[in-house]
């Protein structure tokens, strides 16, 4: 099982795919972990594609200072897992969270940035969808049994349509562990101290625009859903304006995508391409 250690002492979790082609370090949703690319695997077979689990999320180890599940000390341990794999340069496909670590990363360590593909997420978080998150974070689901959830996402999650039950069985399965008490989350669940500790969607939030334009001049991606509640059509539209931008907006999908609908699998294949290689 591939692992590392950070320089605070905690083991993270890591698959690495290998080979010989840009590096693409695929970093999650804020609690979610490495399973989030598996249905964008099949699209990257042209790049080395590196999923990492965050600390307190998946497989990795859970942190006993539960304030350094942040951006900045996830931003740390992806340099540092850069490090241990002794890669120089990586091109961050970042879902949610991961695309607010990639403009974090564009700040501390430009020279290690390679591009940035964008899922879902922007400079600007929106303040109905965070609420949404902060209601459920760090709380086990009421459902029982994997099937129960399944059955509950398939009907309850608005901006989706057309999605067949057998997505939503597989996406349980990334989220939740059955046990005799019935369901569990599969992070520490003080993630949820963390998250309400960092963010007070009531107040002005960071103005991230700065960061996104400092990204100017590498390659660069955006997918959206049409109906996100985390990336308005607004954001949305100021990034393409921002340019140049590889973007495509999905429709009948909210937050996030699942990244192997055919538009989004297009932008994912034609980013890549414009990757700069390793030497």
């Not at 942040?70 to 340099?79: F, L």
């Not at 991961?98 to 929106?126: K, S, T, W, Y």
């Not at 989220?175 to 992070?187: Q, S």
Request: aromatic content about 8%; glycine content about 8%.
């Amino acid at each position: 099982m591939p692992r590392f250690t950070t320089s605070d002492g905690l083991s993270l979790f890591f698959e690495d795919t290998g080979g010989d082609g840009p590096v693409v370090l695929c970093l999650a949703g804020l609690t979610r972990n490495s399973t989030d690319f598996d249905y964008a695997l099949p699209a990257m077979t042209a790049a080395r594609v590196i999923r990492l689990d965050y600390r307190g999320r998946g497989q990795s180890d859970w942190a006993e200072d539960f304030m350094s599940y942040s951006v900045d000390r996830e931003a740390r341990d992806a340099i540092e897992l850069l490090d241990h794999l002794r890669i120089e340069k990586a091109a961050v496909l970042g879902t949610s969270r991961g695309g607010l670590i990639a403009m974090h990363l564009g700040q501390i360590a430009p020279q290690r940035l390679n591009g940035v593909c964008f899922n879902d997420v922007g400079p600007v978080i929106e303040t109905d969808g965070l609420e949404i998150i902060l209601v459920f974070i760090g709380r086990n689901p009421v459902w029982k049994t994997l099937d129960e959830a399944a059955e509950a996402f398939a009907t309850r999650i608005p901006g989706f349509d057309g999605v067949p039950p057998s997505r939503w069985r597989q996406e349980v399965t990334k989220h939740f562990v059955e046990t005799p008490d019935g369901l569990a989350i599969n992070y520490d669940p003080k993630l949820r101290n963390a998250t309400l500790a960092t963010f007070d969607p009531r107040a002005e939030q960071p103005d991230l625009w700065p960061l996104f334009d400092a990204l100017k001049g590498m390659p660069l991606a955006v997918i959206r859903g049409a109906n996100s509640d985390i990336l308005s059509a607004q954001t949305y539209s100021e990034m393409l304006n921002r340019g140049p931008i590889l973007a495509a907006e999905i429709p009948d999908r909210g937050h996030v995508l699942f990244l192997d609908e055919p538009d989004a699998v297009a932008i994912l294949q034609s980013w890549i391409d414009q990757l700069e290689s390793p030497s």
